[in-house]
């Protein structure tokens, strides 16, 4: 099993910056991939960004050009958010593909006001 441990997130006015951290505390050499996905109310959980073990990205059309996802070291992975827009604004979501299976970090809310 692997457990996630979210950090980050919270309020910015339109235009700002954010950082979100997810640190796996276990097993982490069975994650193949790591990524965020965000979800508002009402809606289905989307992708934001994912990243395998080997560095490869994968990115929505919606935050292409304004968020980049990285590896900090390799168990602890980086959302920088730049350029925020008001419908950035959903809990964001930490999950891990691994060998074990998919696991989900608790989430944390980014709010962008205009």
């Known amino acids: 099993q692997v457990q996630l441990v979210e950090s980050g997130g919270g309020s910015v006015q339109a235009g700002g910056s954010l950082t979100l951290n997810c640190k796996a505390t276990?097993?982490?050499?069975?994650?193949?991939?790591m990524g965020w996905f965000r979800q508002v109310a009402g809606n289905e959980r989307e992708l934001v960004a994912t990243i395998t073990k080997n560095g490869v990205t994968n990115y929505a059309d919606s935050v292409n050009g304004r968020f980049t996802i990285y590896w900090q070291s390799r168990s602890t992975m980086i959302l920088q958010m730049n350029t925020l827009k008001p419908e950035d604004t959903a809990v964001y979501y930490c999950?891990?593909?691994?060998?074990?299976?998919?696991?989900w970090g608790q989430g944390t809310q980014v709010t962008v006001s205009s």
């Open positions: 276990s097993n982490i050499f069975s994650i193949n991939t």
């Open positions: 999950k891990t593909e691994s060998r074990t299976g998919d696991y």
